[in-house]
């Protein structure tokens, strides 16, 4: 009797303790014990499970399946998860379903069967496997982004620039307006690779020290305005933040683009809030989002009363070119750009949304000490160009596509430079040991070969430093600047440019600045 009393008090205190959820069941399925964790995990109290069958935590589908396996199993002894387990949906009181992995033990009692049943919750790992796929094809969708944006720069800048020496050629009256239109054209391809540049994480940033605050602040003015007196605009901003690392332009837009998004989900009428709040992310956050890290973070929150979104919304939301909008216009641009800008600079953005209650946006950027040294390489602002800076110096042009390197001798000659000519960085580099005589070295940044742009930018500034470097990219320059080893800070005159910026970045080059590397 007494080992008896001990059995019990030993499996009761094993059930209490137990984080899984457990059930006994008899051979019917009705059941007879569940411990708290079950009671927490389903959202039923003890009572209204006892006496019930177990399918009352099973989906329709897999409830009427139930009993013939019991069934099938008595007359059989044929186990389908009796020592094997197998991943399931359970059901909730709310009616809700999550998966479970089940487990199944059996004893004899009193000649009678009984089960076992353990349900292991794995909501954890199914949202870790969610958010990493998420992460992973929005990567691979960035990176493809990205060669493409890279090809087209090339390509919109010979068209470019044989638009514009075209142009300078005296056209007729009859082809001038044509001119302009495919400029216009090229103008707005241009436009849509930075975006997708901007996607892929490629994008040209320009970070600085920033009180996401004031920010806001001044985005709201504008805010208020564009989305009318219809709309109210709420804010909750902590009176204590970090500082963080962004671009404010690109923040500016980016709380723009949710804005917008918002007042298209609320209809007429609405309210959208935006929040800015220090927070610290810990492993208990990693339950949700798997790709960012443990830290301190500023997070900007932008929540709306709208429609809500779809499973397939959210989970497709920051694709480029997919949109809900397609009636209204959409070009499934806007939540794409927000999510590049907000990776490239360090951040993560996370998204919530229910059908019918609205949709809340939370940008996570990385908290910046005092302390912290905060110098950032920025590409400059080109001067206003002078049309023919050129003083018969001679540029060495070190490009592997052929159109644009045709197109550079071009550009370069009408601005009174001497061209050479070189397809990769390692050829550039023999012609210079073998003495060539030049003044600017004008490369691109990723060709064949040993060397890339850097390399040999290096190793002019090394060897030759009566040389002047002015390096150029279809891809910008932080990007490329992390992905190819180097030891010096290099600025980037990103493709496609304009004939007046190449003939601004020569002309500061060649001005005896202080540095005298690059422009």
């Known amino acids: 009797m007494r080992q008896d009393i001990q059995d019990t008090a030993l499996l009761q205190a094993m059930l209490e303790a137990a984080v899984d959820a457990i059930f006994v ?20 109290d003890e009572r209204d499970m006892l006496g019930q069958n177990v399918t009352m935590l099973m989906p329709p589908d897999m409830a009427r399946r139930h009993d013939h396996f019991m069934e099938r199993y008595l007359e059989t002894k044929e186990a389908r998860i009796i020592g094997i387990g197998r991943d399931l949906e359970g059901l909730r009181a709310d009616g809700t379903t999550l998966p479970v992995h089940l487990s199944v033990g059996r004893a004899q009692v009193d000649g009678r069967w009984m089960f076992i049943g353990i349900f292991h919750d794995l909501s954890y790992r199914r949202a870790t496997q969610d958010a990493l796929a998420r992460s992973q094809r929005l990567d691979a969708i960035g990176q493809m982004t990205g060669g493409i944006s890279h090809d087209f720069n090339n390509l919109l800048t010979v068209i470019i620039g044989n638009l514009e020496l075209l142009e300078m050629r005296n056209p007729t009256a009859e082809q001038m307006p ?23 994480r490629r994008g040209h940033l320009t970070p600085e020290k920033t009180d996401l605050r004031v920010l806001c602040e001044d985005a709201l003015i ?8 219809s709309f109210q605009i709420k804010t909750d901003f902590a009176e204590e933040l970090d500082d963080v690392m962004v671009d404010p332009v690109q923040v500016q837009s980016a709380l723009l683009n949710l804005a ?11 309210e959208l809030m935006i929040s800015i709040a220090n927070v610290s992310i810990d492993d208990a956050y990693m339950a949700q989002e798997t790709d960012i890290d443990v830290g301190d973070y500023v997070r900007l929150s932008v929540s709306d009363n709208g429609a809500g979104m779809t499973q397939e919304a959210q989970k497709r939301a920051f694709e480029p070119f997919y949109t809900t909008k397609t009636e209204t216009g959409g070009t499934g641009l806007g939540l794409a750009m927000v999510y590049g800008f907000v990776r490239q600079s360090g951040g993560h953005i996370t998204l919530y949304s229910e059908l019918g209650l609205g949709t809340s946006f939370g940008i996570y950027f990385p908290a910046v000490s005092d302390d912290e040294d905060t110098d950032q390489i920025d590409n400059p602002s080109p001067p206003e160009a002078a049309t023919s800076p050129g003083r ?3 540029v060495l042009i070190v490009e592997d596509n052929v159109r644009v390197r045709k197109l550079s001798v ?6 009174g430079f001497s061209t050479k000519e070189a397809i990769s960085g390692d050829e550039a580099y023999a012609l210079l040991k073998g003495g060539l005589q030049v003044d600017v ?3 691109d940044l990723v060709m064949p070969g040993t060397m890339n742009g850097y390399d040999l930018a290096s190793r002019v500034v090394a060897e030759f430093p009566h040389l002047k470097v002015l390096l150029t990219s279809g891809y910008a320059s932080d990007v490329v600047t992390s992905s190819l080893a180097h030891d010096n800070h290099y600025s980037v ?13 020569l002309q500061a080059l060649l001005a005896d600045e202080p540095d005298g590397r690059t422009v």
């Open 25 to 44: 069941s008899d051979e019917t399925g009705i059941i007879q014990r569940v411990n708290p964790a079950a009671c927490q995990l389903f959202q039923y």
């Open 178 to 200: 044509l001119i302009k239109d495919a400029m216009a054209s090229a103008e707005l391809g241009a436009d849509l690779t930075s975006r997708l540049m901007l996607f892929a």
């Open 392 to 394: 018969k110096q001679t």
């Open 222 to 229: 504008m805010l208020r305005r564009t989305l009318g007196a």
């Open 493 to 505: 005159l990103h493709k496609p440019y304009r004939q007046s910026e190449l003939g601004a970045r």
């Open 410 to 415: 071009d550009r370069i000659r009408d601005l």
């Open 441 to 443: 070295v004008f490369s």
């Open 260 to 270: 917008l998004n918002a007042r298209d989900a609320m209809g007429e009428r609405g």
